[in-house]
């Protein structure tokens, strides 16, 4: 029997990472293997009770973080000054995710590392898979374990592409993602650090789509595209409100429950004054963020939940508004539905340029100003994002561009790539992917 650790990155707001490996766990454990997942924020064994959950304790690193050299207790600091926080920010890398998981020391990277290691002591797998995970690779290498990384365009290790769909590069200074993890990359034996990516290479490759959709060219045997990695067919749950008698389509709108957005109430009421009196039936769920109650009775045509089944709320919508989580867009062309991406940052702005390439989608700015820098410190430097702080939607053109999708072809461009991600996912042999 196969022992597999999965490793998701689980400092973020989201669950994307999570989700796809509660899936693949699960998949795993139906072909006979074993599985755990290790899991910090996201740790709760009665939501996901089907899939072995091991806590990644951190508990100590509050006093560990301390050193003896300056600065004493290292961190992240915002330098720039702002009373509105920023509606949309740019990065240009995975350096940015480092800084913000915590990693700011060779101290913690040594503590988290230890921890990991007393995991994998225990559990003994045969094989590690990380999704975005900086510590997989040196874990894989400290005890002598292939590692399996799931990864797109975006982050490809050996050819990262996070701003593919820009011409000119964006101006911004990027941390020195890989400072924390030098010693510990030396100590493993790993050659060394030039990137972010270099800590997410694998002896083998997930790509959670198909081609089409993470276009990654490279010739590489090792590179596995497997299509989603979430369930493709289910049992729609009910969506009342939808299920009314109307003749007008139907618009589902989720801001995800990771997006790290700011001003909520007025992206709401934004939206509300968009679509009020409009020729469309608009679901929209609050992900908790803000009292769906509070928006009750503002629009005959429009209503607010706290949350909504996404699979569901997409198979009942005829198109949707999402920020652009990745699972929210592969649910939707899961889902066979047309989809508009409003973004709060750079990576989710990609997966809507994506949908909009192939024209099954749009992405709309939530911004109208121009970019400007936001500064922060760490350890080791100074780092840049730029970032709006106004929030403008483009009302007019969210509806002509709803209009476009609707009404256009993009329920037939959908169809080829809907089943293109299931077939995928069908033929797709997982025991292969972790023997070696």
């Not at 729609?236 to 801001?255: A, D, G, M, S």
């Not at 009196?277 to 009775?297: D, H, M, Y």
Request: with cysteine.
């Amino acid at each position: 029997m196969k022992k597999v650790l999965l490793l998701p990155s689980d400092h973020g707001g989201g669950r994307g990472h999570v989700a796809r490996s509660l899936y693949l766990a699960q998949k795993l454990n139906q072909l006979g293997c074993q599985t755990a997942v290790v899991l910090d924020k996201h740790f709760d064994k009665q939501k996901d009770p089907l899939v072995h959950l091991i806590r990644f304790n951190l508990k100590w690193e509050k006093i560990v973080k301390y050193q003896l050299k300056s600065p004493i207790r290292p961190t992240v600091r915002l330098i720039t000054k702002f009373s509105t926080p920023p509606v949309f920010h740019q990065i240009g890398s995975l350096a940015y995710q480092i800084p913000r998981d915590g990693y700011v020391s060779e101290r913690v990277v040594k503590y988290r590392l230890k921890q990991l290691g007393k995991i994998i002591d225990r559990f003994k797998p045969d094989v590690l898979i990380g999704d975005t995970h900086f510590l997989a690779r040196l874990a894989g290498k400290q005890h002598s374990l292939p590692v399996v990384q799931i990864t797109r365009v975006a982050g490809f290790p050996e050819r990262p592409k996070f701003l593919w769909w820009m011409d000119t590069e964006p101006d911004l200074t990027v941390p020195d993602s890989v400072a924390p993890f030098r010693r510990a990359a030396r100590d493993a034996g790993l050659e060394e650090l030039q990137k972010a990516e270099d800590l997410l290479k694998g002896d083998r490759y997930i790509i959670p789509a198909i081609y089409k959709i993470e276009p990654v060219r490279i010739a590489q045997k090792d590179i596995v595209f497997t299509g989603p990695l979430s369930p493709s067919r289910f049992t729609p749950k009910r969506i009342p409100f939808f299920e009314e008698k109307n003749e007008y389509p139907r618009i589902y709108i989720t801001i995800g429950g990771g997006s790290a957005r700011y001003n909520e109430v007025q992206f709401f009421n934004a939206l509300i004054d968009i679509f009020n009196k409009s020729e469309f039936k608009v679901l929209i769920t609050t992900a908790n963020r803000v009292p769906a109650k509070q928006f009750k009775g503002k629009a005959a045509n429009i209503y607010f939940m706290d949350w909504v089944d996404g699979p569901s709320a997409v198979y009942h919508s005829d198109l949707v508004i999402h920020h652009g989580g990745y699972s929210t867009m592969i649910e939707t062309l899961l889902g066979g539905k047309p989809a508009i991406v409003l973004p709060s940052h750079t990576e989710q702005q990609g997966n809507g340029q994506r949908l909009a390439n192939l024209q099954v989608g749009a992405v709309l700015p939530i911004y109208d100003e121009p970019l400007t820098p936001l500064e922060f410190t760490w350890p080791y430097g100074k780092y840049t994002m730029n970032v709006a702080y106004t929030l403008n939607l483009n009302g007019p053109l969210l509806l002509q561009k709803i209009h476009d999708l609707l009404y256009g072809s993009a329920y037939q461009r959908i169809k080829p790539i809907t089943a293109q991600l299931i077939e995928k996912q069908k033929e797709t042999d997982f025991l292969k992917i972790i023997s070696f």
